[in-house]
């Protein structure tokens, strides 16, 4: 891509400051979108701002700095720049910068992580500048080579136009000239209403070379020269590497080196992975697995249960007098649920290719938080920012996993002791499934009070788990306390509460077992939901309400919650008779800016096996950039958020997580999928997620619809622990 000076930077400053804000580092940024002098990419061809490069054939190249690991990112940005940019979309292609180059011109790609469903609605205003900016300035320099005002000029599918004289010339004729002129100080930007490309269910950019076999993946990467890795990390977090008796696999084929990595781990080097793999697994290894190994999943769920009787709690929202309204309450419900640990599971395993020598470091690997991978490369390798670079490359899935960095380091790791020679390091299946970084294991107690009317007066909810940001993000939690860990149960913002209730109080006790939890697709709305939305139905069996009616008198004061829900309500028919034994459920939620709601259809044999027939969901993410990739991200949400209701679950024995690959952590299959029915209807005024949000409501809907077919309620998951599956 481009050539630049890199400016000298302390390493550990650049460490540090990218832990500091990686979370938010779009706000507040100072985005040039280009200058006096043109900057050329790799082809020669001029760059009219950090966005978007012209060639002379009139292909457009939009950068993309967010990942793009399935969920269409990559596509959406595109939309929006090329929107902006008034371009010919069918002349659009693709690119990502890297993270290096981002820190040399001082950031001027922003953030580059990819999570928390941000990847469009936290970027989407400067990128779409980025796009406007470059169309400003083309239409400029066609109306410099013209001397004509440009006010006389318009653009259109890569088209200028000079409306008085007729005349018209194309983008890839004035980019030259457009990438030396210096960018105006502010564009406006569209109405969406207006919106011709943004907006519209165009075909994804990646799926041609992804149906063909050309995508490359971090597990496809081949360099000259390149030896390939396997690891053994110690199976027990806090625990370490004993010991290794290398002289065992002297001589087997292909091996090159055994290399410790860290306190925690060994690997061996080889000219293939498999060779790799063998020798590693033919090699005796002992560990010191610590106190650790004592932990079982019965001790972690007794110590939580602890944590729902009392003692100190973080508060997330309240508001009234909860114990006085409880202790006056006429009626009372009360209820305890529990989710468990889950594992990503993403198809490709965590791999990287690292290349070191004394002078650069680089590495070749998917990741969701480009800078986070570059700011582990830089402390592993210990050079300097302008020494080091991560090529970034598609994600053979996420899920939040891979925005981590654990693999990465040990890449390089590996590389600085055999320097000059590539190294791909790939994690085995098993390796993946017993080093994840886990959806927290939780549990929850609910206890509702109702007046002599049968209204609700009070409710308070006590989590008891575990924090991520305690683990991952430290500097994320506020005076102790994880924000996310309140993610759709907040008082405001863009994960509040759906209800109103006079007495309210949520709290978090925290307690951090050694298992380390991460954020999973969802995160924390994912079992948020589920306690919620269940417990809601529990209370309206209580007041012999219709579960629908009883929502909607504590939704009123929430209408973009409530539409939600009503119209998922009214597609598939609910107050109408269902099908001969059908029997429905709801639930709805705020996450990640979003509103959600679903209905489910399911029917129940011999009260074990579910057939789930149907699921009507609906979305309001104040803007849908790309309404067919918004239908295709519910569904898909919903095969992971039922794999997780009818599959998932990790436990933990001997200190380890014991399922150690797809035998014992199943997935749903395809003719286990019901039909999902999107509704998508964009509100505007907000921008909110999709990848994430939708995948929280699928379980309790389901769930809801079970009690209704066999009067049992179900509240700890996953379902094959009671011996219950898919039909």
Same mark, same amino acid.
């Given at each position: 891509?481009?050539?630049?000076?890199?400016?000298?930077?302390?390493?550990?400053?650049?460490?540090?400051?990218?832990?500091?804000?990686?979370?938010?580092?779009?706000?507040?940024?100072?985005?040039?979108?280009?200058?006096?002098?043109? *900057?050329?990419?790799?082809?020669?061809?001029?760059?009219?701002?950090?966005?978007?490069?012209?060639?002379?054939?009139?292909?457009?190249?939009?950068?993309?700095?967010?990942?793009?690991?399935?969920?269409?990112?990559?596509?959406?940005?595109?939309?929006?720049?090329?929107?902006?940019? $008034?371009?010919?979309?069918?002349? @659009?292609?693709?690119?990502?910068?890297?993270?290096?180059?981002?820190?040399?011109?001082?950031?001027?790609?922003?953030?580059?992580?990819?999570?928390?469903?941000?990847?469009?609605?936290?970027?989407?205003?400067?990128?779409?500048?980025?796009?406007?900016?470059?169309?400003?300035?083309?239409?400029?320099?066609?109306?410099?080579?013209? #001397?004509?005002? !440009?006010?006389?000029?318009?653009?259109?599918?890569?088209?200028?136009?000079?409306?008085?004289?007729? &005349?018209?010339?194309?983008?890839?004729?004035?980019?030259?000239?457009?990438?030396?002129?210096?960018?105006?100080?502010?564009?406006?930007?569209?109405?969406?209403?207006?919106?011709?490309?943004?907006?519209?269910?165009? #075909?994804?950019?990646?799926?041609?070379?992804?149906? %063909?076999?050309?995508?490359?993946?971090?597990?496809?990467?081949?360099?000259?020269?390149?030896?390939?890795?396997?690891? &053994?990390?110690?199976?027990?977090?806090?625990?370490?590497?004993?010991?290794?008796?290398?002289?065992?696999?002297?001589?087997?084929?292909? *091996? &090159?080196?055994?290399? #410790?990595?860290?306190?925690?781990?060994?690997?061996?080097?080889?000219?293939?992975?498999?060779?790799?793999?063998?020798?590693?697994?033919?090699?005796?290894?002992?560990?010191?697995?610590?106190?650790?190994?004592?932990?079982?999943?019965?001790?972690?769920?007794?110590?939580?249960?602890?944590?729902?009787?009392?003692?100190?709690?973080?508060?997330?929202? +309240?508001?009234?007098?909860?114990?006085?309204?409880?202790?006056?309450?006429?009626?009372?419900?009360?209820?305890?649920? +529990?989710?468990?640990?889950?594992?990503?599971?993403?198809?490709?395993?965590?791999?990287?290719?690292?290349?070191? %020598?004394?002078?650069?470091?680089?590495?070749?690997?998917?990741?969701?938080?480009? $800078? !986070?991978?570059?700011?582990?490369?830089?402390?592993?390798?210990?050079?300097?920012?302008?020494?080091?670079?991560?090529?970034?490359?598609?994600?053979?899935?996420?899920?939040?996993?891979?925005?981590?960095?654990?693999?990465?380091?040990?890449?390089?790791?590996?590389? &600085?002791?055999?320097?000059?020679?590539?190294?791909?390091?790939?994690?085995?299946?098993?390796?993946?499934? %017993?080093?994840?970084?886990?959806?927290?294991? %939780?549990?929850?107690?609910?206890?509702?009070?109702?007046?002599?009317?049968?209204?609700?007066?009070?409710?308070?909810?006590?989590?008891?788990?575990?924090?991520?940001?305690?683990?991952?993000?430290?500097?994320?939690?506020?005076?102790?306390?994880?924000?996310?860990?309140?993610?759709?149960?907040?008082?405001?913002?863009?994960?509040?509460?759906?209800?109103?209730?006079?007495?309210?109080?949520?709290?978090?006790?925290?307690?951090?077992?050694?298992?380390?939890?991460?954020?999973?697709?969802?995160?924390?709305?994912?079992?948020?939901?589920?306690?919620?939305?269940?417990?809601?139905? $529990?209370?309206?069996?209580?007041?012999?309400?219709?579960?629908?009616? /009883?929502?909607?008198?504590?939704?009123?004061?929430?209408?973009?919650?409530?539409?939600?829900?009503?119209?998922?309500?009214?597609?598939?028919?609910?107050?109408?008779?269902?099908?001969?034994? *059908?029997?429905?459920?709801?639930?709805?939620?705020?996450?990640?800016?979003?509103?959600?709601?679903?209905?489910?259809?399911?029917?129940?044999?011999?009260?074990?096996?579910?057939?789930?027939?149907?699921?009507?969901?609906?979305?309001?993410?104040?803007?849908?950039?790309?309404?067919?990739?918004?239908?295709?991200?519910?569904?898909?949400?919903? *095969?992971?958020?039922?794999?997780?209701?009818?599959?998932?679950?990790?436990?933990?024995?001997?200190?380890?997580?014991?399922?150690?690959?797809?035998?014992?952590?199943?997935?749903?299959?395809?003719?286990?999928?019901?039909?999902? $029915?999107?509704?998508?209807?964009? +509100?505007?005024?907000?921008?909110?997620?999709?990848?994430?949000?939708?995948?929280? @409501?699928?379980?309790?809907?389901?769930?809801?619809?079970?009690?209704?077919?066999?009067?049992?309620?179900?509240?700890?998951?996953?379902?094959?622990?009671?011996?219950?599956? /898919?039909?």
């Amino acid at each position: 891509m481009n050539k630049h000076v890199s400016p000298q930077m302390n390493r550990r400053a650049f460490v540090i400051g990218t832990a500091a804000v990686g979370a938010g580092l779009a706000l507040g940024l100072d985005i040039p979108f280009g200058g006096p002098t043109a *900057v050329r990419a790799a082809d020669g061809s001029p760059e009219v701002n950090a966005w978007v490069v012209i060639r002379p054939d009139d292909t457009v190249v939009i950068r993309i700095a967010r990942s793009e690991m399935g969920q269409g990112t990559l596509t959406g940005l595109a939309q929006l720049v090329a929107e902006e940019l $008034e371009c010919d979309w069918s002349k @659009v292609t693709t690119e990502f910068p890297s993270p290096g180059q981002n820190v040399a011109r001082k950031r001027v790609w922003g953030d580059f992580s990819t999570g928390g469903s941000r990847g469009i609605r936290t970027s989407q205003d400067y990128v779409r500048k980025g796009g406007a900016t470059a169309r400003v300035m083309l239409i400029q320099a066609a109306a410099d080579e013209w #001397k004509v005002p !440009a006010s006389e000029c318009s653009a259109a599918n890569s088209v200028i136009t000079h409306t008085p004289s007729g &005349k018209t010339t194309t983008y890839g004729k004035v980019a030259e000239a457009a990438a030396k002129l210096t960018p105006p100080a502010d564009v406006k930007l569209k109405d969406p209403k207006d919106w011709k490309i943004a907006g519209k269910g165009l #075909k994804r950019l990646d799926t041609p070379d992804k149906v %063909t076999g050309t995508t490359v993946y971090g597990i496809d990467v081949k360099l000259p020269g390149m030896l390939n890795a396997a690891i &053994k990390d110690c199976p027990v977090t806090g625990g370490k590497l004993k010991s290794y008796d290398e002289t065992k696999i002297v001589g087997m084929k292909g *091996v &090159k080196k055994v290399v #410790k990595v860290g306190d925690t781990a060994v690997a061996v080097v080889a000219d293939t992975f498999w060779h790799a793999k063998t020798a590693l697994d033919a090699m005796p290894i002992v560990w010191d697995e610590g106190p650790n190994a004592k932990v079982s999943s019965a001790s972690i769920a007794q110590w939580l249960s602890e944590g729902l009787e009392g003692g100190p709690a973080y508060v997330g929202n +309240s508001n009234g007098d909860v114990t006085t309204a409880l202790a006056g309450a006429a009626k009372k419900v009360e209820a305890v649920y +529990s989710y468990p640990y889950q594992n990503h599971a993403t198809l490709e395993p965590m791999n990287a290719t690292a290349l070191y %020598t004394a002078d650069k470091c680089e590495v070749w690997c998917g990741t969701q938080n480009g $800078e !986070a991978a570059f700011a582990a490369t830089l402390e592993a390798s210990e050079l300097s920012a302008d020494k080091c670079d991560v090529h970034k490359l598609m994600l053979g899935g996420g899920f939040g996993r891979r925005g981590q960095t654990d693999y990465v380091r040990q890449a390089v790791l590996i590389a &600085k002791q055999m320097p000059g020679t590539p190294i791909k390091l790939l994690w085995t299946r098993e390796e993946d499934m %017993t080093h994840g970084r886990y959806h927290p294991v %939780t549990q929850c107690k609910m206890t509702a009070g109702f007046d002599a009317d049968n209204n609700l007066i009070a409710w308070h909810m006590r989590i008891s788990g575990q924090s991520i940001q305690f683990t991952l993000r430290p500097e994320g939690l506020q005076n102790g306390m994880d924000p996310s860990t309140f993610q759709g149960l907040a008082p405001k913002g863009d994960a509040a509460f759906g209800y109103s209730v006079p007495n309210l109080m949520i709290d978090h006790s925290m307690r951090n077992p050694h298992i380390i939890p991460g954020f999973w697709r969802g995160v924390n709305v994912n079992h948020n939901a589920l306690y919620v939305e269940c417990f809601v139905d $529990e209370m309206a069996l209580a007041v012999k309400q219709d579960p629908l009616e /009883f929502r909607r008198k504590l939704m009123k004061d929430h209408p973009k919650n409530l539409a939600v829900l009503e119209a998922v309500a009214d597609k598939i028919g609910w107050g109408k008779p269902a099908p001969q034994g *059908v029997y429905r459920g709801l639930a709805h939620y705020n996450g990640f800016g979003s509103y959600v709601a679903a209905a489910a259809e399911v029917s129940v044999t011999d009260g074990s096996r579910i057939k789930v027939h149907r699921i009507v969901a609906a979305t309001d993410p104040g803007y849908a950039v790309n309404p067919a990739q918004i239908e295709r991200q519910v569904s898909g949400s919903f *095969v992971y958020g039922l794999t997780g209701l009818f599959y998932g679950g990790c436990t933990v024995k001997d200190g380890r997580i014991e399922q150690t690959n797809f035998d014992t952590y199943n997935s749903m299959r395809i003719n286990e999928m019901p039909k999902v $029915e999107s509704i998508v209807m964009p +509100s505007g005024g907000f921008w909110g997620g999709v990848g994430e949000p939708t995948i929280c @409501v699928a379980g309790p809907a389901v769930l809801n619809a079970y009690f209704a077919a066999t009067g049992k309620r179900i509240r700890s998951v996953p379902l094959r622990d009671q011996n219950i599956t /898919f039909a």
